[in-house]
C-alpha cells in the first residue's frame, strides 16, 4: 500500500496503524512505510527479549483459526469478531463456514482503513458484515441494528477479543469490557480471547513497547502478566490447554516449539458460558 493510494477519509498514513502493523508482522501488503517503521522497532524490541515477533504474530492468528474451529465443531453458528483488523488469509467467517456452513460473522473495527477493505471482500454476502465499533463499548456493538440483524443474542455465539484487550491500557476499564461482554454471552455461549502477556520483560523493553505504540492509533498499549489474564475467563468453563501462549496451542506455528511461561508473548485461552 502506498501513500498516494486513495484512502477511506479520515486516515493519516504517516500515524502507524495497530492493524496495518499486524498485517505487516503477518506478511501482509496492506500498510505503510509509518506502519513498517513502527513495527521493525516492535520486532527489534521483541529480539531483546529472545522473541520473534513474527512468529508470535502467525501463530496468534493460527490460535484464531483453531478457536474458529473448535467453537464451530461445538454447534455454534454466530461469531462476533471485535477488533477485527485487516482481512487476510483464512478469515473467521472462511474458517467457520468451513466446519459450519451458515455461519454467521460480523467483524467490528473502528479503523476506517479495516472497515473499507472488510466491507469490499464482504459485499455480496449478506450474513457476514463489518460494523464500526469499539471494543471499549461492548453494549453499542450488541446493541447496533446491524449487528442484532445477523446475530441472535438469545441464541449462542461466540465473542473474539483477540490481541485486542492490551490497547485499553488501564486494567479496571479492561476488566470491566470483559465482564460486561460475560454478562452479555448466553449460555452456551464462547469468549475467544489473547492478550499480551509480560512475562519477565525488564522494565527498559515494556516502556520501549509502550513508547512505540503510543505513537500509534492506539494511543497506548499494556502487557498484563497471567493471573490478570487467566482473570479475564472468571466465570467460564476454560477449553483446550486452558490459558496458555498461543504456541502452545498451535505448536506448529512456531519452528522454535512452545514459548514458556517466563517469556513475554501472548496468552490466549477459550472460555465457554
Known sequence: MAEGDRLPPGINPRVPSVARMYDYYLGGRDNFPADREAAEKMIGIGRRMGNDTRQIALANRTFLRHAVRTIAEAGVRQFVDIGAGLPTQDNVHQVARRHAPGSRVVYVDNDPVVLSHARALLARDPDVIAVEGDVRDP????????????????????????????????????AGIVARVKERLPPGGHLVLSHLYTGDATADVTDAGRSVYRGTTAGGLAGRDRDQITGFFGGLALLGPGVVPVADWAPDASPDGPYDYVRAGILAGVGRA
Not at 157 to 171: G, Q, S, T
Open 139 to 174: 453494549d453499542a456493538i450488541f446493541d447496533d441494528p446491524a449487528v442484532t440483524g445477523r446475530i441472535d443474542l438469545a441464541e449462542p455465539y461466540a465473542v473474539l477479543l483477540v490481541a485486542v484487550l492490551h490497547f485499553v491500557p488501564d486494567d479496571g476499564e479492561a
